[in-house]
């Protein structure tokens, strides 16, 4: 069992910056994160696997990475350049099975475990 502990959610007007933070207990093979807006699907943000090949949705290229301090076993997702459109749940998730393909899978379904959320909010 992992368990997955979020911190870092808050609200920034548009062209800021927020760094989310999410510490991992035990092994995992591929870690990421996901967001969900109200009344629509939880999609993709960013995610990597324990060799660091990441995967990134592209409406956050270039504004968005997701760096891993292994010694912490926490990964964290800083986004810059901040859009309203960004403003959603953002959730950590986590899995240790292997998954097929070059990178890593920007799809939910692929991971097991979750933490709670955090709420990200970008002002206009």
């Known amino acids: 069992q992992v368990q997955l502990v979020e911190s870092g959610g808050g609200s920034v007007q548009a062209g800021g910056s927020l760094r989310l933070s999410c510490a991992a207990s035990g092994y995992t093979r591929y870690m990421g994160w996901f967001r969900q807006a109200p009344g629509k699907e939880r999609e993709g943000v960013a995610v990597?696997?324990?060799?660091?090949?990441?995967n990134y949705a592209d409406s956050v290229k270039g504004r968005f990475t997701i760096p891993k301090d292994n010694a912490k076993n926490t990964l964290y997702l800083q986004m810059n350049s901040l859009k309203p459109e960004d403003t959603a749940m953002y959730y950590c998730a986590a899995d240790r099975q292997f998954q097929t393909g070059i990178r890593p899978i920007l799809s939910p379904t692929g991971y097991n475990y979750w933490g709670q959320g955090t709420q990200v909010t970008v002002s206009s």
């Open positions: 990597r696997d324990s060799a660091g090949t990441t």
